[in-house]
């Protein structure tokens, strides 16, 4: 009996502000070792939150998806993205993380993303991010081709 599984990336959300709801601050105050290349603001606390660009690159999972469950597996991180656009790297800390390898695989992703910097004040500034992605894992064991639709993760 052959399985065949289908995996679905959900699309990474970033922590941004709708324009026309009331500001709510996600993710935690910098600490003080971070402040080095200036001041860090959450998105409460910018005229406009950083917004991602364009797409998100596919993480390489490294392993056979055989032995990967079923279900909808989230990997969140918070990162300090800079005045030009980019993650700071040493700011990654991981928040939530429900598969290891894929949390691994996202990772490398990260220097790849790139945002529309935060706006305070008309000037372009760090801003601490809340970065969520999922996948969804979804098996048949049959002979014929998978035709379902894959786990709505969201």
Known sequence: MRTILLLALVLGVSAT???QKPK???GEPAGSSLFGAGPIYRDCEVD???KIIGNEPRPAMTSSPATMREGCFYVEYQF???TEGQ???GTVEVRRNEMREFEEALRATLGQLRFQPAMKDGAPVRQ???HR???GVAS???GQPFTGAPPRCR
């Open 17 to 19: 502000a709708d324009a």
């Open 87 to 89: 993650v700071e790297l």
């Open 48 to 50: 406009k939150p950083a």
């Open 140 to 142: 048949r064991s049959s």
């Open 24 to 26: 709510k601050c996600s």
């Open 133 to 135: 992605r999922g996948l």
């Open 80 to 82: 300090v993205v800079n």
């Open 128 to 130: 601490v991010v809340i």
